[in-house]
Every structure is written in structure tokens, then in C-alpha cells.
């Protein structure tokens, strides 16, 4: 599956789930100047790690267009890509911010903002086919960070692994076929972060743990 061309992303007026059809077209009424569409990954497509979120965020990603700019939760998503050398430059919640992403890619479970934070399991479901496309796309993939259960159970499903092999666990890792690294985290949302849920240093741990990992790989004869 990896190394395949990149496959088609989803158009800007993307069809397929009539509820965030709906909603999106409600947005594009109420907030003309948002994005109001599917949002693209961010990052280069030789990275080695993806990191796959939930859903932007409605006046967040949903209104910049890029993955978690501007959203509450992409304020400790950049900070610690920063801190981890997997981003350079300044996070401005904008982006025109000019932050680079380096040897990583960012993109989302869902690619359309849902209405309160939370897509359906059919919308995942819809939406998985440029999820699966996006890993097939990236020829040099070592590591996917799922961040939240979603994300881990669309990762596995996108790769044809059974969810049930793989229980989501905060800062679990596993091995998974292919030479593929699945790294687990709570998601850096306002609610995981502010009930204390989610620390700084547990999300750094996840970033550290995937650091060694891709060290490891590219010291490997
Ligand atoms: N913004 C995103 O782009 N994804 C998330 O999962 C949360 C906020």
C-alpha cells in the first residue's frame, strides 16, 4: 500500500455525507470568509510521520484551511512539534505564519468540520478513503500518532488491520505489518487538556517516543 501515487482528495464541495454538506453550506452563509471545506493535510508528502486528528474545528481549521491552525487544540500540537524539531519557524494560528512542518505530515480522521466537534462513525467511515489514500501517498511513512480513539480505530481500519487487535491506550505503541509504527495519543483538545486529562508531558512523551523511534530506523544498516 505504501508508495502508492497520491489519490484524489476530496473536492472543495465534497458530496459525500449529507450532514456535513448541510452544516457546511450553513457555514458558508454565516461565516462567508471562512475556508468552509474539506481541509488538505499539511506538511510534505516524503515526511515520516503522519499525525491524524479528529475533525478541524469550526473556527479553527474549518476557517483557516490548514489542520488545527487556529484551533485551541493546535496551540500544544505545534508547541510540542516545535519542541521535538518536527516543525520550524512560529506557530501563528495563521497559515500565512510561515511554520514549516519537517519529516511530518497533519491531517484529520474527518475532513470537514462536524456540527459539536463530533463526527458520526458513517461520516468516519465516508471519510476514510482519503485517510487510506493519504498513507498510501507517503512513501517514506515510518510512524502514524492517532490522536483519540477515532483516529486510532480509522488508522487501523484504513490499513485493513483488525480494530480489535489493537486497544487505544495512551502512549501505547505498536508494531503493525508493513514497517509501520502505530503511536497513540489522548487528543490535545480543550476538554483533555483543561480536566487535566491530557498534561503538556504526556504529550510530550508521545513525541519523544516517536523521535527515538524514526532515530532508531534511520540509524538501522
Ligand atoms: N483541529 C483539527 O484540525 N483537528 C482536530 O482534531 C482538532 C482541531
Not at 34 to 47: L, M, T
Not at 94 to 101: A, C, K
Not at 142 to 147: K, Q, S
Amino acid at each position: 500500500m505504501i508508495g502508492a501515487p497520491p489519490s484524489a482528495a476530496p473536492t472543495r464541495d465534497c458530496p459525500l455525507c449529507p450532514r456535513l454538506v448541510g452544516f457546511r453550506d450553513g457555514n458558508r452563509d454565516r461565516y462567508a470568509a471562512y475556508h468552509n471545506a474539506p481541509v488538505p493535510a499539511f506538511g510534505a508528502i516524503s515526511a515520516r510521520m503522519l499525525i491524524v486528528g479528529l475533525a478541524p474545528g469550526l473556527h479553527g481549521a474549518n476557517q483557516t484551511g490548514r489542520p488545527f491552525t487556529g484551533d485551541y487544540a493546535g496551540d500544544l500540537l505545534y508547541q510540542t512539534l516545535l519542541r521535538f524539531g518536527f516543525a520550524q519557524g512560529r506557530y501563528a494560528a495563521d497559515p500565512r505564519d510561515g511554520l514549516e512542518l519537517v519529516d511530518s505530515r497533519l491531517t484529520n480522521a474527518v475532513r470537514c468540520v462536524p456540527p459539536e466537534n463530533r463526527p458520526t462513525a458513517a461520516e468516519t467511515n465516508t471519510c476514510r478513503r482519503f485517510l487510506s489514500a493519504e498513507i498510501a501517498a507517503m512513501p517514506r511513512l515510518r510512524v502514524i500518532v492517532a490522536l483519540g480513539g477515532i483516529a486510532h480505530q480509522s488508522i487501523l481500519r484504513a490499513l485493513g488491520q483488525r480494530v480489535s487487535g489493537y486497544k487505544f491506550q495512551h502512549g501505547a505503541v505498536f508494531e503493525l505489518p508493513d514497517g509501520l509504527t502505530l503511536a497513540d495519543s489522548y487528543h490535545c483538545s480543550r476538554y483533555n487538556t483543561n480536566t487535566g486529562r491530557l498534561t503538556p508531558e504526556m504529550f510530550e512523551a508521545v513525541f519523544a517516543a516517536v523521535r527515538a523511534i524514526l532515530d532508531r530506523s534511520a540509524a538501522a544498516p
